[in-house]
């Protein structure tokens, strides 16, 4: 009964088919119970290896491997500034909250313009928190990540979660440094990130065409761009749809 019930999820009429490689059929039998085969994803096999043989268990693939790939943000838009290096490379800082939910296109100078007043308005209602994205005018890729999405407000906002990070010619993300709480503040004509010292970790103009990047007591950064002072080419803010 049990080679039937295999046949048939291995051919059709005329033809032979492969399983799907994420498939894998276990056959059981004992003396008190009736054979049986049942059908598991290889996911679900790792966590019921005392089901498995040992040979298939080295067959499969390394679970470190595939837990960096569940946790990969999947982009439901096309990025003209992440590629996958960049999104493996965030993955391991970005809080659990946000893991296996796609990320969705938010703002992007090159579709909505140069403008904070837009991009403030392009989140309006959202609760998730956001990926802000810049390369400049030397190519040097950077941003941060915010627990909260960005807004106008008289005061700080968001938590510990929040982080500064720069790509090239290594990643480095920059953490809470739990010094102070001067995570995100938006205003009407800038939008700073991390404070303290006289200094923003981040900071960028009404028309998202300047900005600055300097070290400061939030995060413990170094600066994000090459210049402490630089020209936007490009920029994008994501967010997480949960």
């Known amino acids: 009964m049990w080679n039937t019930r295999v046949k ?15 498939i894998r059929v276990l056959y059981f039998a004992s003396q008190c119970e009736e054979p049986y085969v049942e059908i598991i994803k290889v996911k679900d096999s790792k966590r019921r290896q005392s089901l ?19 946790v990969l ?13 960049h999104l493996e490379n965030l993955a391991s800082h970005m809080p659990a909250r946000t893991q296996g939910y796609p990320w969705q296109l938010v703002y992007s100078t090159a579709i909505h313009g140069t403008s904070l007043n837009t991009l403030y308005r392009n989140m309006a209602g959202l609760e998730s928190p956001v990926l ?12 941060a990540f915010s627990s909260d999405p960005f807004r106008v407000s008289n ?5 510990g979660e929040t982080f500064l990070y720069s790509f090239g010619p290594d990643f480095k993300a920059y953490r809470w440094s739990g010094e ?19 200094g923003f970790g981040l900071w960028l ?22 210049q402490q002072d630089f020209i936007v080419q490009d920029l ?6 949960n």
């Open 155 to 159: 005061y700080c906002y968001g938590t």
């Open 132 to 143: 802000l994205v810049i390369r400049d005018t030397h190519n040097k890729v950077f941003g």
């Open 205 to 226: 103009d009404a028309d998202l065409y300047r900005g600055s990047s300097i070290a400061c007591p939030t995060f413990h950064n170094a600066p994000l761009s090459t």
């Open 73 to 85: 943000p999947v982009l439901t838009d096309h990025s003209q500034l992440l590629d996958d290096q």
């Open 236 to 241: 994008e803010v994501w967010t997480v749809q």
């Open 180 to 198: 102070n709480s001067y995570f995100v503040r938006g205003h009407l004509k800038s939008l700073q990130i991390g404070g303290g010292g006289g």
């Open 8 to 22: 048939r999820l291995r051919e059709k009429p005329g033809a032979m088919r492969q399983l799907p490689e994420n």
């Open 52 to 70: 498995c043989s040992s040979e298939d268990s080295e067959a499969e693939e390394p679970e470190d491997q595939e837990e960096v790939e569940d």
